[in-house]
């Protein structure tokens, strides 16, 4: 089994800042490619950054210039440093990473942390 534990979401008013974290832990072999995506209730999660194990990123038009993505491969962890943050940034994000247990990669999602920005 692999679980993905974030943490770091909360409350900001705009133009702030927040860092979410995202640990991998269980039966891992090996980790590729981590990202963090994004959904409001009733909508389709978004991609939000993507960062494979070679450190190569991809970011959303919309958060580019604002949001740096991270990661370590040591400890299994990715990072989302959220700055200038805006109201429309409000929603459930979710850290999502490729795994292997064995040899065989499977899609594996954290349960979600909420990020709130006040206008």
Partial sequence: QVHLVESGGGLVQAGGSLRLSCAASGRIKSVGAMGWYRQVPG???ELVATITNGGSTNYADSVK????????????TVHLQMNSLKPEDTDVYYCKARVAATIIFDDYWGQGTQVTVSS
């Fill in 65 to 76: 210039g604002r949001f740096t993505i991270s990661r370590d491969n040591a400890q299994n």
């Fill in 43 to 45: 909508k389709q999660r």
